[in-house]
């Protein structure tokens, strides 16, 4: 018996947070020790089946409910469109515990939500089978929620009620999408099969009336999780209150579960609903673009702004997502990796400026690349890669979905929408060059005290220092990533559009 690699990817994890959930009294100076174990652990083993020439080898299923009439499966399944994910997780989850390894406030509980946090995130991306998909969707869910309301700032309660409304609503939205595709297979095989390979089979066979009302219940749960507008109100609160690691694991990984789902689920399952939302998409993507890169104009403080950036990056995913062409799609997927990686490195910083400075308001920072240059120096290169610098992974996440909307916009005789492209592209500039002048080398400030302040310390060096090098070389070499993205797509196009 081959031994199974996907099911580590959910047990490992899943020891780790029992383990740590252990470490009481004395103990829980280990906690982190244990929690950083098993996530190093983790990240091997979802390195090993990334480098991997077959991901088809390690599909696992074995039945969980079954009887004459439902079928319900223990499935999991790697292909070019979840290997990223399940890297960016393992990786930014190790992060997570090396940069947050001197909290002080609680560490066991605080680990093992990180890790419990992990087996969900895992889940979404390895289910092959609609009832575990939404479990582990929903998984995802209670971690993050205590993660906000015990670790979180003074509006920590609010926003993590918040979090939990809007997203679990959108959940069972979702739910019932889910359930009309299960009693359609039903209707048409006798079985009510929940497993990917039958139903993404199926779907794309019914009716394009069934498609369009499904295709908006999926994709009404999918973009309130991403969020895109007028959605996105939870997500800028959740960020403000949330502790530095919950927010990197929610920008950086979370988040992408959105996306994920839509092209996963939406675009696999229903072509003619796709072709009949398309413009649906594309508005909903442009006007998250701009209002995501507007709103964060007005804002003071450094992570709200880069809260109400995700909206924005994560509205041209959406807008790659809309064109439904090969360029699209491709760089729809390039940039929700890219996005995880530059966003860590951000809330990273803006963590930091809360704790070394004591506040994280620009009107009251400057110059603090004198005092603290390590520090400065992450942020740069963070708001430089979040802008789209060539020589960064951020200029490969949106160069080519422009161009790719270019396309779409010229063969559909409006060309006029690429001005808002444009436009972001100008107002992300500008947001981010002022924050960075008046936070780094403005005028040094005099409100607040500055003699005491304190460099980046070794595990949070470490955390930046390794996605900073990859924030690099993916940005020199972006078909390290596309060699697993393009495979897929290719499918996706040949097969279903």
């Known amino acids: 018996m081959e031994m199974p690699i996907l099911s580590l990817l959910l047990l490992l994890p899943l020891i780790g947070a029992v383990l740590t959930l252990l470490m009481g009294g004395e103990r829980q100076k280990y906690a982190k020790i244990v929690a950083g174990v098993f996530s190093a652990i983790t990240l091997v083993v979802a390195l090993f089946v990334m480098f991997s020439n077959d ?69 979404v991306y390895l289910a ?10 929903e998984i995802t869910l209670i971690p993050m929620y205590f993660m906000i309301s015990w ?50 089979t199926l779907m ?16 009404f749960g999918f973009m309130v999780k991403m969020p895109s507008f007028p959605f996105h109100t939870w997500l800028p609160d959740a960020h403000t209150e949330a502790p530095t690691g919950g927010s990197v694991l929610l920008a950086g990984v979370m988040l992408k579960m959105g996306s994920y789902g839509i092209i ?16 649906v998409i594309i508005a909903i993507g442009l006007i998250s673009i701009v209002y995501g890169a507007y709103a964060c104009i007005a804002q003071t403080d450094l992570k709200k702004m880069v809260a109400f950036s995700s909206i924005s990056h994560m509205g041209m995913v959406m807008l790659g997502i809309g064109c439904l062409s090969d360029i699209g799609i491709t760089f729809a997927i390039f940039q929700m990796f890219a996005h995880g990686l530059i966003t860590a490195v951000l809330f990273m910083v803006c963590g930091m400026t809360g704790h070394i400075v004591g506040t994280r308001e620009i009107p009251l920072l400057g110059g603090l690349a004198g005092k603290l240059p390590i520090y400065a120096t992450f942020m740069m290169i963070g708001f430089m890669a979040s802008l789209g610098l060539p020589g960064l992974v951020g200029f490969w996440g949106e160069f080519p979905l422009v161009y790719g909307f270019y396309e779409f916009a010229v063969s559909n005789d409006m060309l006029w929408l690429i001005l808002f492209c444009l436009l972001s592209l100008m107002l992300t500039a500008g947001y981010y060059l002022w924050a960075m002048q008046r936070t780094l080398f ?52 040949l097969g279903v559009f």
């Open 442 to 493: 403005g005028p040094e400030t005099t409100k607040i005290d500055l003699s005491h302040v304190h460099d980046v310390s070794k595990p949070e060096f470490v955390a930046l220092a390794v996605l900073v090098v990859l924030i690099a070389l993916f940005g020199v070499w972006p078909d390290a990533a596309l060699q697993f993205i393009d495979p897929y797509v290719d499918g996706l196009i």
């Open 128 to 137: 092959a089978d609609y009832f575990l998909f939404y479990v582990m969707w």
């Open 264 to 279: 996963r689920v939406c675009l696999e399952c229903f072509p003619e609903g796709a072709e009949y939302w398309q413009w």
């Open 55 to 123: 991901f088809g080898s390690f599909d696992e299923s074995c039945a969980w409910i079954e009887t004459s009439f439902i079928t319900i499966n223990y499935s999991l399944h790697v292909d070019g469109l979840s290997i990223l994910m399940v890297f960016l997780t393992a990786l930014l989850t190790l992060l997570v515990v090396v940069f947050s390894s001197e909290e002080k406030d609680r560490p066991k509980y605080f680990h093992a939500l990180v890790m419990a946090m992990e087996v969900g995130l895992m889940g």
């Open 151 to 200: 670790y979180g700032g003074p509006r920590r309660h609010y926003a993590a009620i918040k979090f939990l409304i809007y997203t679990h609503v959108a959940s069972l939205v979702m739910l019932i999408g889910i359930f009309a595709m299960g009693f359609m297979t039903m209707e048409m095989t006798g079985v009510m099969d929940f497993s990917f390979a039958a139903i993404n």
């Open 204 to 219: 794309p066979q019914t009716s394009e009336m069934f498609q369009i009302a499904v295709f908006a219940l999926l994709f």
